[in-house]
């Protein structure tokens, strides 16, 4: 959940602003496993995806049991991986990817894949807003607010899920990364929206959703 769709550069130029030390990279890799989903966590802050790699670059990452024709092909890469991890990671605590979103086009017939993300955890204020309910953001005296990402919908069942019948939650594939927050918030000191299919309108019909965002406060005169 990126900025989504602010630049790459005003994303690091925030973080760099944001960031009072070094914070390390982290790696997590999944085999190519339809009932294995690709997991992301901050225990501290949210997620800042680096880099992701879908395909195989060597002989060994995810290759126990597996035939050597299956692993052959080191130069075997599918572009755009990156900016889908990017829109539905950034600026969440939390993030769970479905292999069966990624794995089309194949970059590579019979080889054995594995998907890859090196990220970090940046710190941030992290807000959930249920459907029909608000999110108030606010910073400091001289501080402007800058969100990293926002999305509407649902991706788990244990948000916003109280006194809700089983039909309202179990889709927890509706991901609608917005700027909608961003357009209205950053670079204010205060700003409440409201969690309301009329303003981000209605990426799953039926579902309870809710407006999960993160945001840092930054100086807009400093640096």
């Not at 680096?50 to 995810?62: D, E, M």
């Not at 052959?72 to 890469?77: D, F, G």
């Not at 000191?189 to 299919?197: E, G, K, V």
């Not at 209605?202 to 309870?208: A, I, K, M, R, S």
Request: proline share 6%.
């Amino acid at each position: 959940m990126l900025l989504f769709r602010l630049s790459p550069t005003m994303f690091l130029a925030a973080v760099c602003l944001f960031m009072a030390s070094a914070v390390s990279t982290e790696t997590v890799t999944t085999c190519v496993d339809y009932n294995n989903p690709h997991y992301l966590e901050c225990e501290n802050g949210v997620i800042n995806v680096k880099s992701v790699f879908y395909g195989r670059t060597n002989k060994v990452i995810c290759s126990e049991g597996r035939p050597p024709h299956q692993l052959s092909n080191t130069e075997c890469s599918q572009p755009g991986t990156v900016n889908f991890v990017k829109d539905r990671c950034n600026g969440r605590k939390s993030c769970e990817i479905s292999l069966n979103d990624i794995i089309n086009p194949d970059p590579c017939y019979g080889i054995y894949k594995y998907l890859q993300t090196n990220f970090t955890c940046v710190p941030a204020v992290h807000l959930i807003a249920c459907e029909h309910s608000y999110a108030h953001l606010t910073c400091g005296q001289g501080e402007a607010i800058f969100v990293l990402g926002a999305n509407y919908g649902r991706q788990d069942r244990n948000i916003c899920y109280v006194s809700r019948p089983p039909n309202q939650v179990q889709n927890v594939y509706c991901s609608n990364p917005t700027q909608i927050v961003a357009q209205r918030c950053s670079w204010e000191r205060n700003c409440t929206i409201y969690a309301s299919n009329l303003i981000f309108g209605d990426p799953c019909p039926g579902t309870f959703k809710y407006l999960e965002l993160s945001y840092v406060c930054l100086n807009p005169l400093a640096g």
